[in-house]
Every structure is written in C-alpha cells, then in structure tokens.
C-alpha cells in the first residue's frame, strides 16, 4: 500500500506570503496528525483529525494556522501570512487506531521563511 | 499531563559495541510508548512498540525496549552497533489523559556509530 505522501518536500517564502501543505494519509486511516519540528527542538503536535473532523487542535499556534480535512481523506495545512517563526519541518501521520496504533509518517515538508 | 525525557540528545559508540538509549516517562494512565527512528532526509519509522502486554519488547533492525513500569523507564538497546543504525531516535508516550489522543515526543538521541 502507499505510504503517507506530503506535498512540497520544501518551500521556500518570504514573511508575509502564504503556504499551503498537503498530506495524503493511508486510504482507511481515519486518524490524521500534523507536526511540527522547528530547527534544534523538539517534534510538537500540532492537531489531530478524526475523518474529517478535528479531535484536537491544541497544539495550533496561533490564528494564522488552518487545517483542513474535507471529505476525511487528505489534508491541508495553510499558513498566512507567513513569519520567520514557522520555519521548519512539518510532518503529516496517520494512523488506524488511536492512542495504540502505530503512526505512519510522511517524509516531511521543510518550511524556509525568509 | 503525560511527558517523555530523553536522557541524552548525543549518544556515541564503536560499530559492534551495545547501544542504550535511555527514556523516561510520566503518565497517569498505563501508557503506550514507542520508539521512532529518522535517518537523515526520511520520515520517522516505526522501531517498536510497547502497548500493554510483554514488558520485553521486540523491533526491527535487532533493537528491542524493555518497559520498567517502576522506573517509568523504556531504555531502547541493541546488543551490537552498526553503521546503519546512525541516525535519531525518538522515544513517543501516547497521550490520553484529556480524552484525546495525541503522541508526545522525546527531544530525540542522536546516535553516531565509529567504525
């Protein structure tokens, strides 16, 4: 089966734009998650979908992050406008069962805001 | 709310020698933890996984975890280093104290195996 694909593998902006991450989760994977590991730190949850639904969208930083799950397959992760903060690596992870299951991972799409 | 800590971010060794990478966590519910591996320029694969039942656990590549509830410790080892097994290591608690369920990571251990 396909694993979890993300889409860019990297972008580059500058502050101010927008940028908008795709990831195709593992067609029957109902739970999505996205990530985010920011240069030397650690890797931060940042939500979680249940089919198209957001379980759980804590780890959000602020207002200029928009995740969408439409119809409960892939999902998008929109940033705008842009800052210098948001620069690193996202990851997308989904997952048959919560909690106990295993978390499959996309490669990653490595945000530079210039 | 549940935690990971991982004791070390840089661990070296020589190829053939034994690897410990040590975790620790905090949790108010039996937790499941897991060890997550990410080579350089790769997602992060799954090395093993720990979910309740032998505290002996078993993975890929020759690793393996043992989970010591009173010690809240999931120390990942192999008996025998190989140069494949450069790369970073992150020890994962799942987290479903608040009635959701998010993974928790560790800081990762970056491992650097000699020749």
């Known amino acids: 089966e396909a694993g979890v694909t993300q889409f860019p593998s990297h972008s580059v902006i500058e502050k101010g734009q927008t940028v908008t991450l795709r990831c195709d989760p593992i067609s029957g994977h109902d739970n999505l998650y996205w990530y985010r590991r920011v240069m030397g730190k650690e890797i931060k949850f940042l939500l979680h979908f249940v089919k198209e639904s957001k379980q759980d969208e804590s780890g959000m930083p602020n207002n200029r992050f928009l995740a969408e799950r439409t119809g409960g397959t892939y999902s998008t992760l929109k940033v705008q406008p842009a800052e210098l903060e948001d620069s690193g690596v996202y990851f997308c992870?989904?997952?048959?069962?919560?909690?106990?299951?295993?978390?499959?991972f996309g490669e990653g799409s490595r945000l530079t805001v210039l | 709310a549940q935690s990971v800590t991982q004791l070390d971010s840089h661990v070296s060794v020589s190829e053939g020698t034994p690897v410990l990478l040590r975790c620790n966590y905090s949790s108010s519910y039996s937790p499941s933890l897991f060890w997550y591996v990410q080579h350089p320029n790769k997602g992060l694969q799954l090395l093993l996984k720990?979910?309740?039942?032998?505290?002996l656990v078993k993975g890929i590549n020759g690793f393996e975890a043992e989970f010591k509830k009173s010690e809240t410790s999931f120390h990942l080892t192999k008996p025998s280093a190989h140069m494949s097994d450069a790369a970073e290591y992150f020890c994962?608690?799942?987290?479903?104290?608040?009635?959701?369920?998010?993974?928790?990571f560790g800081t990762g251990t970056r491992l650097k195996v000699l020749a």
């Open positions: 992870a989904s997952s048959r069962n919560r909690g106990t299951g295993e978390l499959f």
């Open positions: 720990y979910t309740s039942a032998a505290t």
């Open positions: 994962v608690v799942s987290d479903q104290t608040s009635g959701t369920y998010k993974y928790i």
